[in-house]
């Protein structure tokens, strides 16, 4: 099994790049995990805790349960991934069964900050957009697709989002295999990742 991990900042095209990357290959062939999916289940608080929960940090994600399935995956067996809600900042309770493939591709803004799990990627991918750029895309997609306002969007920002993406996510280009700058559509990128796919398929 080939584990290619891709991550970036929020806004940076990371689920865009990847569907791209599905698109023109057989169907079936790569499975895919979102870091999203992780996120902790936290039921035991009420919504307006939920919403102080600072979602940029690396202690709000189960790495454990992440690892955990990486590695049954690894060894053949399928996994029940978790569902998440953004609108509810919630696991859904929902799980979707996910299958080992040849090529499983992890996606998601903290996944190169766990040292165990960075080292399971065979290939570790970090895709850039610029901040400014970054914002206006979550601004557009979080009002459009995730129940926000601007308040919220711009005082998340600045509170917690600015600050974590440079201290736990910037850095990890350090580690990064390729990095695909990505203020515009990157096409030629994603055909090299696509080709690099192909040949393990
Ligand atoms: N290269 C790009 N140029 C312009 N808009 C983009 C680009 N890549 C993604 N987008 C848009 O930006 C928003 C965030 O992209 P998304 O792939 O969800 O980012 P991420 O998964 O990294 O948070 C989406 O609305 C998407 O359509
Ligand atoms: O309940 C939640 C959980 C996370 N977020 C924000 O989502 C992004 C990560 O997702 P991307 O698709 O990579 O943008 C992260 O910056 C969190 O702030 C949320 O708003 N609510």
Redesign the pocket.
């Known amino acids: 099994m080939l584990i290619i991990g891709i991550a ?1 900042g ?8 990847v569907n791209t990357i599905l698109n023109e290959l057989p169907e079936g062939e790569v499975g895919i995990i979102s870091q999203d999916s992780y996120y902790k289940d936290t039921s035991h608080l009420n919504f307006d805790e939920r919403v102080q929960i600072n979602f940029d940090h690396p202690r709000s994600i189960d790495f454990e349960l992440l690892m955990e399935h990486l590695t049954i995956l690894k060894t053949g067996k399928p996994i029940d991934q978790p569902v998440y809600s953004f609108v509810k900042h919630n696991r859904t309770g929902d799980t979707i069964k996910t299958y080992p493939r040849k090529v499983m591709i992890v996606e998601g803004i903290l996944i190169l900050s766990h040292p165990e799990i960075r080292d399971l990627f065979d290939i570790k991918i970090f ?1 850039h ?1 610029d901040s400014d750029e970054r914002l206006i ?1 979550r601004l ?2 979080d009002i459009n697709e995730r129940g926000r306002n601007i308040d919220e969007v711009l005082n998340r920002y600045q509170t917690t989002l600015k600050p974590m993406h440079q201290q736990f996510i910037e850095p990890m280009k350090e580690y990064a295999d390729i990095i695909i700058p ?5 096409t030629v990128a994603v055909d090299i990742v696509r080709t690099i796919i192909n040949e393990k398929l």
């Open positions: 970036g929020t806004g940076c095209g990371k689920t865009t790049v895709v957009a895309r557009k997609r990505n203020n515009k559509y990157n």
